[in-house]
């Protein structure tokens, strides 16, 4: 039963580009949570989702990101023209219900040059 | 809006060494989680408690609603528990996610 996978584990994109992080859950968990961590900084809280439904992004910068999760294939952190200030490490995290343990991936280094 | 604080924030002992690392939180919760982040590395959940005490292997991890604190130990401290280790809460509520303290950097020297 593999873990959260995460893709890739490094990317490095140009002023101005997408970046697309992947996130595939736990086999049998439906429950998908991002957060960032920034340089020097602590984990903070993105976007919560379920299979096809955002539950609470309140931790969404409101422009430039979105996230989803289809009903089929990994959910997608989204970042349209980056910025240096995006350069952080995105973690992904799934549990199979609301409150059960989240098991983390690996994460996602973004360097934004 | 919950807020966590961990102390210490950092924290170099030698090995063999007991090892404490507290966490309190302002708001009730649903859940305490203890990670572990090693340099560059990714995020290991260690214990999930809404209550009392759990134990896996040299570490132990309590907690206190009503004081709305916990504390992680470590038994017979090795250098490789050099890490980071993060206290995070889910709120009452569940809905949303995991608010995180700024994490205690530890040390073991040989």
């Known amino acids: 039963n593999a873990g959260v996978m995460q893709n890739p584990r490094h990317l490095v994109r140009r002023r101005g580009q997408e970046a697309r992080l992947r996130c595939s859950p736990m086999?049998?968990?439906?429950?998908v949570y991002w957060y960032r961590q920034l340089p020097e900084e602590g984990l903070k809280f993105m976007v919560y989702l379920q299979k096809e439904n955002i539950i609470d992004e309140s931790g969404m910068p409101k422009e430039r990101f979105s996230a989803e999760f289809p009903k089929e294939g990994p959910s997608i952190l989204r970042i349209q023209q980056v910025v240096r200030g995006d350069s952080a490490a995105y973690f992904c995290?799934?549990?199979?219900?609301?409150?059960?343990?989240?098991?983390f991936g690996q994460g996602t280094r973004l360097t934004v040059v | 809006k919950n807020e966590v604080e961990q102390s210490p924030q950092n924290l170099t002992a030698q090995e063999g060494e007991f090892i404490t690392i507290n966490c309190s939180y302002s708001v009730g919760i649903s859940a305490l989680h203890w990670l572990q982040q090693h340099p560059g590395g990714g995020i290991v959940s260690l214990f999930m408690?809404?209550?009392g005490k759990k134990k896996h292997g040299r570490l132990i991890a309590t907690i206190n609603i009503q004081e709305k604190h916990s504390s992680l130990h470590i038994t017979a401290s090795h250098p490789r528990d050099s890490a980071v280790y993060i206290c995070a809460v889910r709120s009452g509520g569940g809905a949303d996610g995991l608010t995180f303290g700024k994490g205690t950097h530890l040390i073991i020297q040989p």
């Open positions: 408690l809404s209550s």
């Open positions: 086999k049998g968990h439906s429950h």
């Open positions: 995290a799934s549990s199979g219900t609301q409150n059960t343990e989240a098991f």
